[in-house]
């Protein structure tokens, strides 16, 4: 018999204890290590044109509902404010520059692939995890669609399918985890970006790279490389033309979020049974009398007969 995604309650409840001990000890590690050599990405906002081919590019990877790319020269979006959802990971929106009203800077938004993932720590089955490589990568087998995630995430990325009742799943920017891995490729929003405002390598490379653009250009650029510190830092990184606070990423200090709210989880994990195992306790008790129910029914059918 094939075990279905959801049947992960019963194997998730004998070890989900030992599970909570152990991500204690693996988030402490995240927040004291080195992410100079993760995988990063960094986004110039100044040069960003806003020609929305990223998003094409990344639908198209994905194979998520798309369009012809011609399409994406439609800039009449960006009248409103968009949010990545379950059918399209990246998006592209504008922001004002307070100096003069008129003019307006691109910004793509996408999971932030944090050094310490709030969304990680909160995955209470591991679905979500931080690879070696630095992307947040996600596995549907194991989730159990408590959307914890969506709770914990402080840039609210990740998306839920709501209207697919049989078998819904988190949805959120890949990193293109395989192409960049074991392709050797830049990630697909990178690959078609015409004017260079991503910028793929490693995290201690793209660091660099945006101190020099802003001691090249000290009037141009906004002093602050959003993501090298913010939450114990990003594998998603951003230069602006105006303060950050006018654009639609969080002010966030840099305190990683894990260790903080891990205290609360462990907590409530040591006085209490587990919700995993809770959650498998009444799975099996359902299981059993539903196959009760069932050998009744078999039973009476054969007297009647």
Not at 80 to 92: E, G, I, L, Q
Not at 262 to 270: D, L, P
Request: neutral net charge; hydrophobic residues 35%.
């Amino acid at each position: 018999m094939t075990l279905q995604r959801r049947d992960f309650f019963k194997i998730a409840a004998a070890g989900s204890a030992v599970l909570v001990a152990g991500k204690a000890t693996a988030s402490t590690e995240s927040t004291s290590a080195d992410f100079s050599d993760n995988f990063g990405v960094l986004v110039d906002t100044v040069a960003c044109i806003g020609c929305r081919k990223c998003e094409w590019a990344c639908n198209d990877q994905n194979h998520l509902p798309t369009q012809e790319l011609k399409a994406f020269e439609d800039k009449s979006v960006f009248a409103r404010h968009r949010r990545p959802d379950k059918s399209a990971y990246t998006v592209v929106n504008q922001y004002p520059d307070p100096d003069e009203p008129d003019k307006k800077f691109a910004i793509k938004v996408q999971c932030m692939h944090c050094n310490a993932p709030a969304c990680a720590s909160a995955c209470i089955v591991g679905a979500l995890e931080k690879q070696k490589e630095g992307p947040v990568t996600y596995d549907a087998w194991k989730c159990i669609g408590c959307r914890y995630c969506m709770v914990a995430c402080p840039f609210q990325i990740p998306a839920y399918e709501y209207d697919n009742a049989l078998d819904p799943v988190v949805r959120k920017c890949t990193f293109c985890y395989e192409r960049i891995t074991s392709e050797g490729k830049k990630p697909a929003c990178v690959a078609i970006c015409p004017n260079e405002a991503l910028t793929f390598a490693k995290r201690g490379e793209l660091i660099q790279l945006a101190r020099e653009r802003i001691l090249a250009q000290p009037d141009k650029y906004e002093h602050h490389i959003y993501g090298e510190h913010e939450i114990g830092g990003t594998g998603w990184m951003y230069l602006a033309g105006a303060p950050f606070t006018t654009t639609e990423l969080p002010t966030l200090t840099s305190e990683p979020i894990p260790p903080r709210t891990e205290k609360i989880q462990h907590a409530v994990f040591k006085g209490f049974v587990p919700p995993v195992a809770l959650y498998g306790l009444l799975a099996l008790g359902m299981y059993t009398f539903n196959e009760r129910k069932k050998k009744v029914a078999r039973e009476e059918d054969r007297h009647e007969s």
